[in-house]
């Protein structure tokens, strides 16, 4: 689906369904997003990420609820990083798109539950920036988060294209410590152990201000780099993690 209006070219949202879904037999589903990195696409979390196959397994177990993994593309194609912005340039309206497009769209197409607390948001590397920071300004949209590879700000491309104030607006590691957080507001992080110093240091900074504010924050660390795999390993966990502040 795409949005011409808000400069969203037309292109694959992937949609899981959970084991015994059934449209319209009564049960409310939570859904969880899933944002891909940059380069990426919307099939990314379902070929390398192994999505649909973590989620049968969890579900079938029952160490999750059944919900629905939606997998939307947030660049549009070819290497434009979006970083699930609205650009100001007049460009992709990513962040409107997601919230006032793709979310309705879903939960009028899908038996969902529509409460905030009942939509997760998961990504890795840019999407796990995406996730932070959607989840952590948007709360009366989302709730739990699961921020893969995480970064704390969009980049310095960004920087210059918002300036200093809007920057800092949209990154975390800058507005932690003075957002609102009508909580809980679960957030679970993970990254790879051979993943650069600064990156790490960055996503300990994260952890740090999150702790601070009183949140429930929960980290797993995994012995690989900036990768799928690393990204495979850890969705699980979140979701598991994720799945204790579900609506019950």
């Known amino acids: 689906m795409g949005a011409p209006d808000l400069g969203i070219p037309g292109a694959a949202t992937y949609v899981y369904l959970p084991p015994g879904y059934r449209g319209g037999s009564g049960p409310r589903y939570p859904v969880v997003y899933l944002f891909h ?3 990426g696409r919307a099939a990314d979390w379902f070929a390398a990420g192994n999505a649909a196959r973590a989620l049968d397994v969890l ?3 029952r160490l ?3 919900m629905i993994a939606v ?3 947030l ?3 070819g290497l434009h990083d979006t970083e699930c912005l609205d650009d100001p340039a007049g460009g992709r309206q990513v962040e409107t798109y997601l919230r006032t497009r793709l979310v309705p ?3 009028g197409h ?5 409460e905030p607390a009942a939509r997760l948001l998961a990504g890795m590397s840019a999407g ?3 996730a932070l920071d959607q989840g952590l300004r948007h709360r009366d949209t989302y709730r739990p988060i699961i921020s893969i590879l995480p970064f704390g700000d969009p980049g310095g491309d960004w920087r210059e294209r918002l300036g200093p104030q809007r920057f800092a607006a949209v990154s975390p590691s800058s507005y932690l410590p003075a957002i609102t957080l009508p909580g809980p507001d679960p957030v679970f992080l993970c990254t790879g152990e051979e993943t650069s110093r600064a990156e790490r240091d960055g996503i300990d900074a994260l952890q740090a201000q999150l702790t601070a504010r009183g949140e429930p924050v929960a980290r797993h660390d995994v012995g690989d780099g900036h990768s799928w795999r690393t990204a495979r390993i850890c969705l699980p966990y979140g979701l598991v993690f994720a799945a204790r502040y579900l609506p019950q």
Do not use: E, K, L, S
Not at 110 to 114: A, L
């Open 37 to 39: 990195g940059t380069p």
């Open 59 to 61: 579900i079938t177990r």
């Open 64 to 66: 999750v609820p059944p």
């Open 71 to 73: 997998a939307p593309d």
């Open 75 to 77: 660049n549009g194609g």
């Open 105 to 107: 769209w879903v939960d």
């Open 110 to 114: 899908y038996d969902t539950d529509p």
């Open 128 to 130: 796990g920036f995406c």
